[in-house]
């Protein structure tokens, strides 16, 4: 709620851009899985859209070199790690970024979403610590 209509007393985000639609999805899951007592507090790091991860794994995420990072995954793109690594890369959320391409969904760092391989309630300090800075 602080994401879509702002801290009841503060301005309000619009609410519209990708990265801050994409936060409140995650978050409403997140919720729902929490009152059914799910309190897993990792998603998919490839697509947060995949759900919970149920383990991490160092996965190369570019074309170029040999840039890996540990990810949190979820059973279908654990099973990709293991058996086509190569389609994880092509499976990976991007969001327009500020300056064209598209960038994985937790990038740029310093983003609202940069936090989200930290945990789901580190994502939730991102959210409100934004609030109270506007
Ligand atoms: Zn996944």
Redesign the pocket.
């Known amino acids: 709620m602080l994401l879509v209509d702002g801290d009841v007393d503060g301005p309000r985000f619009s609410g519209t851009d990708p990265a801050t639609l994409l936060a409140v999805i995650v978050l409403a899951r997140a919720a729902r899985d929490a009152l059914q007592g799910d309190t897993n507090n990792r998603c998919?790091g490839?697509?947060p859209l995949?759900g919970p991860s149920v383990d991490r794994r160092h996965v190369r995420i570019s074309a170029e070199g040999n840039r890996r990072r540990m990810l949190s995954?979820?059973p279908?793109?654990l099973d990709s790690a293991v058996a086509a690594p190569r389609e994880l890369r092509e499976r990976m959320l991007t969001l327009p970024g500020p300056a064209s391409p598209r960038v994985p969904c937790d990038e740029p760092e310093g983003s609202l979403l940069s936090v989200l391989g930290d945990g789901i309630s580190r994502l939730v300090d991102r959210v409100r610590e934004s609030a109270r800075a506007h």
Do not use: F, S
Request: glycine share 0%.
């Open positions: 998919c490839v697509n995949h995954l979820c279908l793109c």
